[in-house]
Nanobody
């Protein structure tokens, strides 16, 4: 499964963006999907997760501001980001896994397919 993100850009604090992640195969619907981000020289951080049944998880830093969703008919996952802050700046990646460990969703090693990333910059 190949993944491709889009929708990043420059936005002011308090603004919104919606990221998209398109999967290359019809089997997309069977995969668990997550969004990660990397800020500066830091390690990738898990932001949001949705499994194939629709169960969702969020990091504490984005809970209440970000919403993950998916449209399996379009092989696409989304990350709706609202009330953006400067600390949300980074490269955002979508990732997929067939493994089912929801309590470990934030761990990079759980995911074996990654997109190329899309840059999100929050600045005035």
């Amino acid at each position: 499964l190949q993944l491709a993100e889009s929708g990043g850009g420059l936005v002011r604090p308090g603004g919104s963006l919606r990221l998209s992640c398109v999967g290359s195969e019809f089997t997309f619907k069977y995969f668990n999907i997550a969004w990660f981000r990397r800020a500066g020289g830091q390690a990738r951080e898990g932001v949001a997760y949705m499994d194939d049944s629709g169960r969702v998880m969020y990091s504490d830093s984005v809970k209440g501001r970000f919403t993950i969703s998916r449209d399996n008919d379009k092989n696409t996952a989304y990350l709706q980001m609202t009330n953006l802050k400067s600390e949300d700046t980074g490269i955002y990646y979508c990732a997929s896994t067939g493994a089912d460990y929801p309590n470990l969703w934030y761990r990079e090693r759980l995911f074996d397919n990654w997109g190329q990333g899309t840059q999100v910059t929050v600045a005035s």
